[in-house]
């Protein structure tokens, strides 16, 4: 993927973050119905996690543990910078370090002339696939050229930024991403990081957090404890559709058809990353039936290593097993409105109609979210 592509990329997903980022009307009382992920609700409060887990204890316990909380992160808090004391990446004429002192770290480059070194602000990403490193440079954010990618166990250049060579010192350190960009960034990889419109990292949560999903909790904690037995305002995303809830919601940050729709190509091989858009084109699956709705496989308060077990029990749920039962225990005589069985398999479901695809450049399988069967040698479907 070149540098060009990722920024006509970015540009798209930035349009999709100015018409999602928007501000919902003060004096909107049934705002909260209407809240989706990275959507200003001018006047509510953000109380934090901790105030969360008072009441939900249970999911508290599980969902800092997943990749969604750790998507954003400060250097202190990010294992494989404390665990990698320093680490190196040529590409001639440049030379990378990153190099851990205490609890900060430190990205530099060199032509082998000059040097410019900064501390690394922010860590985007979950190491499992790949860490991307926000620095502050002349008064501006830059995302690192160099990633960390979790296959290899070292840095390689991010995704789209490997120039051939980059035309000066400071290309070669990053890319300006301040403005528009940064805010689109953070508002998906943060909580609570957009203000009136305006990116203001003082504000910001590191990582998707209760109230990422859940909308500013003030008025729901107030409601709770007042005891008075009124509406709680909280954001439920149950109450959505399937469609609503995967490209509306989800969709908002893992990119819905109507964004990867304006992309050149549809975003080429690229867009399996894009699980909402993957989703609407599964073949045969109507959008709206609530067992292709994101949450059908994913529990967003669980890790997905903990998730993969049941994966199987998804698709056998509709689809009859070879035994003329579906996982339900009905017989084929009750369910003669559900799909046929798989004649190869009850099993690994996802192995032959979900495959894994990988990105070139990002060291890493993506599953691929248009559900369908795969035949050998035929052409990905965009």
């Not at 009382?29 to 006047?43: L, V």
Request: glycine share 8%; proline share 7%; aromatic share 6%.
């Amino acid at each position: 993927m070149t540098s060009s592509y990722r920024n006509r990329c970015a540009l798209l997903a930035l349009t999709s973050a100015l018409v999602t980022a928007e501000m919902l009307p003060a004096d909107n009382a049934d705002r909260f119905p209407d809240f989706r992920p990275r959507r200003e609700m001018p006047g509510e409060t953000f109380v934090g996690t901790e105030i969360c887990a008072g009441c939900h204890i249970q999911k508290n316990r599980t969902q800092p543990h997943t990749a969604m909380a750790h998507a954003l992160r400060v250097p202190a808090d990010s294992q494989v910078l404390a665990s990698h004391e320093r680490m190196n990446f040529r590409a001639a004429p440049y030379t990378y370090e990153i190099s851990r002192n205490g609890n900060q770290s430190t990205y530099s480059v060199s032509d082998g002339k000059e040097l410019i070194s900064e501390p690394i602000a922010y860590v985007f990403g979950y190491a499992h696939v790949a860490e991307t490193y926000l620095l502050r440079h002349g008064g501006k954010l830059y995302e690192g050229r160099v990633s960390y990618y979790g296959s290899i166990e070292g840095l390689d250049w991010t995704v789209g930024d490997a120039l051939n060579p980059p035309p000066s010192l400071e290309s070669a350190l990053g890319r300006d991403i301040s403005g528009d960009e940064a805010k689109n960034c953070f508002s998906c990889h943060g909580t609570g990081a957009v203000v009136q419109g305006k990116l203001q990292l003082e504000q910001l949560v590191c990582g998707v957090t209760c109230e990422a999903c859940h909308g500013p909790g003030k008025s729901h904690v107030n409601a709770m404890r007042s005891g008075r037995g009124e509406t709680p305002a909280i954001f439920n995303p149950r109450n959505l559709t399937a469609d609503q809830l995967s490209q509306e919601f989800c969709g908002a940050c893992h990119r819905s058809a109507n964004v990867v729709g304006m992309m050149p190509d549809l975003g080429g091989t690229n867009n399996v990353r894009f699980q909402p858009y993957r989703l609407s084109g599964s073949r045969g699956h109507d959008s709206n039936d609530p067992h292709f709705a994101c949450t059908a496989c994913h529990d967003p308060h669980l890790d997905l290593p903990q998730q993969g077990a049941s994966s199987d029990a998804k698709c056998t749920i509709c689809h009859l097993l070879a035994d003329g039962q579906s996982s339900s225990g009905k017989s084929k005589l009750q369910t003669a409105a559900r799909p046929r069985t798989c004649p190869l398999a009850n099993a690994n479901c996802d192995r032959c109609h979900m495959p894994k695809i990988e990105v070139p450049g990002t060291h890493f399988k993506f599953t691929d979210h248009r559900i369908r069967v795969v035949r050998p040698g035929e052409k990905y479907p965009i």
